[in-house]
């Protein structure tokens, strides 16, 4: 099954005091997903943005809104995060206390539906719910922040996900999130990775050139 390759800029490594700008450079050069990091200070220990953040960005670009909500029992917040402008929103199956309640509220709101995996965490949380969702984030640092390194054993982790889902047969989505950049993105679309979420990567003094040269990579690999 060919699926698209997509990268998802995370503006949590923008530069907030030009946010706008920096989100017209990652669009205009060709992201098609802009990541957006949820933390809440429990679930992860830092605390980045919230809705309002959100809303005011919806009115600077139609492209899809990848909402990463880090925080605890997600549940409360689907509504609030929907009705700010997410086209898809994702949550962490350790901080979800009824993941399939929370993954048809995702639905019911016409959004894309995904859940994200911390390293430690087996892919069999999946089970009972992999037929239900739109995407699985597999995080390939410890959420929290940014910049950090890629670990290594989630190649494998995500190697495993893909050979499952192909063998259900599911076009599913498996976006990885955490130390992506020129050195490892190669090995993560080929063990089966469709959407590379990168945040330092994207965002530094290029922020064009450098979604370009991620998106050709990208593409070669598809
Ligand atoms: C980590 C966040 C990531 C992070 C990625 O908790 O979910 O999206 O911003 O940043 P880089 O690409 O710098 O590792
Ligand atoms: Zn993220």
Do not use: W
Not at 189 to 215: I, M, P, Q
């Amino acid at each position: 099954m060919s699926r698209k390759n997509i990268l998802a800029p995370s503006i949590l490594a923008a530069d907030f005091r030009h946010l706008e700008d920096e989100i017209q450079a990652a669009v205009s050069a060709g992201a098609e997903y802009l990541h957006i990091d949820v933390m809440d200070g429990m679930f992860v220990p830092s605390i980045s943005f919230g809705m309002p953040v959100i809303s005011s960005i919806r009115n600077a670009t139609d492209c899809f809104f990848d909402v990463h909500l880090m925080i605890e029992d997600p549940d409360r917040y689907i509504e609030d995060f929907a009705a700010c402008g997410a086209d898809g929103i994702t949550v962490h199956a350790e901080a979800a206390k009824h993941l399939h309640r929370t993954i048809q509220s995702i639905k019911s709101r016409g959004l894309k539906a995904g859940v994200a995996l911390n390293p430690a965490t087996p892919l069999c949380a999946l089970d009972y719910v992999l037929e239900d969702i739109d995407m699985v984030l597999i995080m390939t640092v410890n959420p929290g922040f940014g910049g950090q390194a890629y670990i290594p054993a989630m190649t494998e982790k995500i190697r495993s996900l893909r050979e499952r889902a192909d063998r259900l047969g599911l076009d599913l989505d498996i976006e990885v999130d955490g130390g992506i950049k020129l050195s490892t993105i190669r090995q993560v679309l080929r063990a089966g990775a469709n959407v590379c979420v990168a945040g330092s990567a994207v965002f530094n003094e290029d922020t064009g050139e450098s979604v370009r040269t991620l998106l050709k990579i990208m593409q070669e690999e598809a």
